[in-house]
């Protein structure tokens, strides 16, 4: 009982500081959420030059799959066009479900600036309800998709298939394209070393021997040739 009313005491503070907050640029912005209950699963150093990318080019139409505590979705919604249409996509649960309680909904929503219109959505990304509902939410396309859900290769390689499409003059990025230990059953790096090989790509890594993270970034309406030699282990470009 006490521990549930530290958790919902938790929860409503982190509330009051996010209705709070206002933005003094992007180390102000990682902090904040990195500091709180809604820290991102990433490595800072990492996740920055993301969020720099994302400041620079202020996507109107962003789609997250997979929202974990909801720090990514917190930096989005504050270095995204002031009045972007963003979606977060989350699977209730399962080995790479989130499954984030009701009570961090209004929390959630709480992220998003006056002009912007933020969904959050419940469903397996897979689902043709879940398809249908991205493809009605955003029939224009998107600006800038942010792959973050199911980790298998097949669940990854699946999303990619199905959402890459929609991007029009913009940029994906997936998160953990650094090799995991083989039970973590992470299949991103698998398909990443696939992908680099066709699009103009970027590589933000630390370190390739730290077992997880890294983020890569695919300019998909750039293809260069597939037959342009890719060495392996990958060469990490960031910078």
Known sequence: MLQRLYRALKLFRCYQDVTAFRPDGISTALDFCMSRIIQPLQIRQELRQLVELVAERRPRNVLE????H???LFLWCQFADPRAKIV???LPDGAFGGGYSWKKILMYKAFAKPSQDLRLL????????MI???EHIFPEGIDFLFIDGDHTYEGVKRDFEIYSPLVRNGFIAFHDIVPHAPERNCGVDRLWLE???EYPHREIVDNWQQGWAGIGVLMPDSPVNPSQPVTAPPINTQG
């Open 195 to 197: 992908l680099r090989r």
């Open 70 to 72: 909801g720090g990514t």
């Open 88 to 90: 977060s996509l989350d």
């Open 132 to 134: 249908e509902r991205v």
């Open 65 to 68: 799959i997979g929202t974990a």
């Open 122 to 129: 419940r469903g397996d990304s897979h689902s043709k309800e």
